[in-house]
């Protein structure tokens, strides 16, 4: 059974770029969360996606913004990047959202501001 | 404020003995935790979960302990194998539908000495 995918595993860009991450969930996935993992805060948790809407958002400034598509499928976009943007961005499904059930991350995406 | 605490950065344990990872919370709303063990460019690996009406739960190797009085849970690994040298993270939750937010510890690096 096919895990959860993240494209691209790696992305160099500049201060003030945009960038946009992909995340393919486990098949019969409905709900997406995306993380950031930085060596000073550790894992924080962005948002999560189930059935084409935001249910839950952390604390994270407005430049960082997400969708769900029908299949399932999420991506997460981050405008105006900041050299601060610098992490590893992991994205992790669940079956039903409905709590109690463990989340299963990709292997994350790297991503680098210079 | 960090409501998920690993207090041991690093653990050693030798080849074949218990390996004990703890993990304090604060926020008493919280009623699921999981584990997750992470390799260096690999997303983080589901273990084990515990729901608040159990103090226990058993999974081959891996046994997860839960006082909630304490606000304290613990993974016990028995025996231990040089695979399990890895960062264990320990998370939480508010269980519940579309309470999706994993918080996360800081995690402990176990390392397996042959």
């Known amino acids: 059974k096919a895990g959860v995918t993240q494209t691209p595993r790696y992305l160099i860009k500049t201060r003030g770029q945009q960038v946009t991450l992909s995340c393919s969930p486990i098949?019969?996935?409905?709900?997406v969360s995306w993380y950031q993992q930085t060596p000073g805060q550790g894992l924080q948790f962005l948002f999560e996606?189930?059935?084409?809407?935001?249910?839950n958002k952390g604390n994270f400034p407005g430049r960082f913004s997400g969708r769900q598509f029908s299949n399932s499928r999420s991506e997460m976009n981050v405008s105006t990047l900041e050299l601060g943007d610098s992490a590893l961005y992991l994205c992790?499904?669940?079956?039903?959202?409905?709590?109690?059930?463990?989340?299963?991350f990709g292997d994350g995406t790297r991503l680098s501001i210079l | 404020d960090q409501q998920v605490k690993q207090n041991s950065p690093s653990l050693s344990v030798q080849e074949g003995r218990i390996s004990i990872l703890n993990c304090d919370y604060t926020?008493?709303?919280?009623?699921?935790f999981l584990w997750y063990k992470k390799y260096p460019a690999e997303g983080p690996t589901f273990l084990i979960s515990?729901?608040?009406?159990?103090d226990k739960n058993e999974d081959g190797r891996f046994t997860v302990f839960l006082n909630k009085s304490a606000k304290h849970l613990s993974l016990h690994i028995v025996p231990s194998q040089p695979g399990d040298s890895a960062v264990y993270f320990c998370?939480?939750?508010?269980?519940?539908?579309?309470?999706?937010?994993?918080?996360f510890g800081t995690g402990t690096r176990l390392t397996i000495i042959p």
């Open positions: 515990i729901s608040s009406i159990k």
């Open positions: 098949s019969g996935h409905r709900s």
């Open positions: 992790a499904s669940s079956l039903e959202g409905k709590g109690y059930q463990p989340q299963h």
């Open positions: 998370a939480a939750s508010v269980g519940g539908s579309g309470n999706e937010k994993l918080t």
């Open positions: 996606y189930f059935s084409e809407t935001q249910r």
């Open positions: 926020n008493s709303m919280f009623d699921y």
